[in-house]
């Protein structure tokens, strides 16, 4: 039998017998159907049988068919009230071409932003913001701390807390899923209460970014809610037409969920940019992702009335719930368009830049502008137009646009379904984009992972020789988010790095990397001990500029690498599917996943975690605390 909320299923399989076995019991002695002793019986056993029999399966069989003429009213009505929703979801998408939307853009309630006028902010310095959260998040893990390395409270000084980060890898939704899986098995030991910062690359930034929603951040543990939810959202793939419109129509307003979803295409079309693959990619990604089930009322909102989901679409939006230092400030990663090295063919040199609630820049160019500010046009320093901050569903595209080779065979069945119109054409167009880009062989071309036009945005005056810049994935330059975690201001003591990406099984490359970035900012690498292939562990030498002489000095960053291997433990424990293996590349280009699969990957976390890694970590960081503890006593003792 079909589940008994679907229709669809169930009412075709009805049994016509099933009340044969409880009709049988009600013969009673002597064959007496009725049971009845003293009722006059002119008919022989037979008879009696025959006819008792006969007009039970009659009776049956009328029960049955008023069943299945209820069953087939209750299934027309289900389809009727799906064609509705699916109409409204065209039709959702035609508003999105009017005047009326475009005049939602200017609408200075949805958009408050658009007020204010804004200037580069050209500086080395961590904004006034990041500063502020820092204090505050200090304050907040005082007593995580010290719970942590067993001491008490009183013994904690802000300032010797070490600065903790953990750095998720890119690599799909098999990062996506690891890496929350990965924070998850910190939270054991109490130390993912002592992380200030979050930072990603890919598939991590999906799983960060999923974590700072009101369908998560609103709840006592964010990561295992994200877990939960992952187990049950991830069976349809992404850009599965039916899949799509489904998770559209299933949600409270499904006008609003296409408006939320959707709308950045639009808005980056008014604004004159110009729409990309990874763009309409992202757009997939947030039905998948980010979208509840009343997106028109915001979870978070305690007062009376309606708020707009709209508060999980804005980047910027996700500071509120860093207020009070109570979580981890994330970081999320592009890189604008390689370009060759001068004097060399074969290397590629890419420039990051760093989004956070915050603000968004590079410290390449010490340029920075506020994150409600992306998107718009700069001339000589300033803005020159008031749009509305971009939405995050472009941005997700952006982060994680590595994996999207295969999408060329869904968006063409995805553009056949949707009505004619820009959204329509745009998708068209673009599907001709992609199927020349990736040429005849798909599979094979796939291997290569900068294969994507990158997201189309306005110069922010980083670059005074062009007027636009073009932001991608930065897996295609680095596969761990080492770049804003070096920052040299942000001083941090501790990097925790997950890969999890499609090359975690190529060793050679992490070090080619290592190398790479390394040589970029300066750093001095040191082994410490890479002995266990699920926990290497090495010494960053960072140049810092001292605050006293301008000179640089070395700060000592501990660098631990946990890369996401298979683990014969796990192996063991496997009953999904033998050739199961989340380790394996391909895994970089899957979106469906059961929840057997989902489970078995965070286990896999959990192992590595809980029985290579832990146990080397905490003595470090107790270590990094008291050096930290120290030098500030032997300062306060010189100032005397």
Request: some cysteine; hydrophobic content about 30%; glycine content about 6%.
């Amino acid at each position: 039998m079909g589940d008994k909320g679907d229709k669809r299923k169930s009412w075709f399989f009805f049994n016509p017998f099933s009340q044969m076995g409880t009709d049988e019991k009600r013969i009673g002695k002597d064959n007496n159907i009725n049971g009845n002793e003293n009722e006059t019986n002119t008919t022989t056993t037979a008879e009696t049988t025959k006819s008792g029999l006969f007009n039970q399966i009659m009776n049956v069989f009328r029960n049955a068919e008023t069943a299945v003429e209820n069953r087939a009213i209750a299934f027309e009505h289900a389809v009727f009230e799906e064609i509705k929703n699916f109409h409204e979801i065209f039709e959702a998408f035609k508003d999105l071409e009017s005047k009326k939307y475009q005049d939602k853009l200017k609408d200075k309630s949805l958009h408050p932003e658009i007020e204010n006028d804004v200037e580069i902010r050209n500086s080395k310095d961590l904004c006034r913001e990041e500063k502020d959260f820092l204090k505050e998040r200090k304050e907040q893990i005082k007593s995580s701390f010290a719970k942590y390395v067993g001491v008490n409270i009183e013994e904690i000084d802000v300032d010797d807390i070490p600065v903790i980060a953990f750095a998720g890898s890119g690599g799909g939704f098999r990062a996506m899923i690891a890496n929350a899986a990965f924070l998850r098995a910190t939270q054991s030991s109490g130390l993912y209460d002592c992380g200030i910062y979050s930072a990603g690359v890919s598939g991590g930034c999906l799983s960060i970014a999923q974590q700072y929603t009101s369908l998560h951040a609103t709840k006592s543990n964010p990561v295992q809610n994200l877990l939960d939810h992952l187990k049950t959202r991830l069976s349809e793939h992404i850009a599965n037409p039916h899949g799509i419109f489904t998770d559209l129509t299933e949600t409270s307003h499904p006008k609003t969920a296409v408006e939320l979803t959707f709308g950045g295409l639009f808005e980056k079309k008014y604004a004159n940019l110009e729409e990309r693959i990874i763009d309409i990619f992202g757009s997939l990604l947030a039905v998948k992702l980010l979208l509840g089930k009343d997106p028109k009322k915001d979870p978070n909102r305690q007062e009376p009335g309606e708020d707009l989901q709209s508060q999980d679409f804005k980047l910027s939006h996700q500071k509120r719930y860093l207020e009070g230092g109570t979580r981890m400030m994330p970081i999320y990663t592009s890189v604008e368009e390689g370009k060759k090295k001068p004097g060399s063919e074969d290397v590629v040199v890419y420039d990051w830049y760093e989004f956070t609630p915050f603000e968004i820049g590079s410290d390449k160019y010490d340029a920075w502008i506020p994150t409600w500010a992306f998107g718009r046009e700069f001339k000589s320093g300033k803005s020159i137009n008031n749009s509305p901050e971009q939405n995050i569903s472009q941005l997700l595209g952006m982060f994680g646009s590595a994996p999207c080779a295969p999408l060329k065979n869904y968006l063409e069945t995805f553009k056949d379904t949707i009505h004619s119109g820009w959204t329509k054409d745009k998708v068209t167009s673009l599907g001709r984009e992609f199927g020349s880009l990736l040429g005849a062989n798909m599979k094979d071309e796939i291997e290569d992972q900068n294969l994507f036009h990158p997201a189309d945005n306005y110069y922010h005056g980083f670059d005074a020789n062009q007027l636009k810049f073009k932001l991608l994935d930065s897996g295609v330059s680095d596969d761990l988010p080492l770049y804003p975690l070096s920052r040299p201001n942000r001083e941090v003591d501790i990097i925790i790095a997950f890969d999890t990406s499609g090359t975690v099984n190529k060793h050679k490359k992490f070090e080619e990397n290592q190398k790479r970035h390394a040589s970029y900012r300066g750093i001095k690498i040191e082994e410490r001990d890479v002995k266990s292939k699920y926990c290497e562990i090495y010494n960053y030498y960072l140049p810092v500029e001292s605050k006293d002489d301008s000179k640089y000095t070395a700060h000592l960053c501990t660098f631990f690498y946990i890369p996401y291997l298979p683990n014969d433990k796990v192996k063991k424990i496997d009953k999904v599917n033998e050739n199961f293996n989340p380790c394996k590349d391909f895994f970089m280009t899957k979106f469906t996943y059961s929840e057997e699969e989902v489970n078995l990957m965070i286990s896999l976390a959990e192992k590595n975690w809980l029985e290579a890694a832990e146990e080397k970590v905490k003595p470090i960081i107790i270590e990094t605390w008291k050096k930290k503890r120290d030098a500030r006593i032997a300062r306060s003792k010189n100032l005397k």
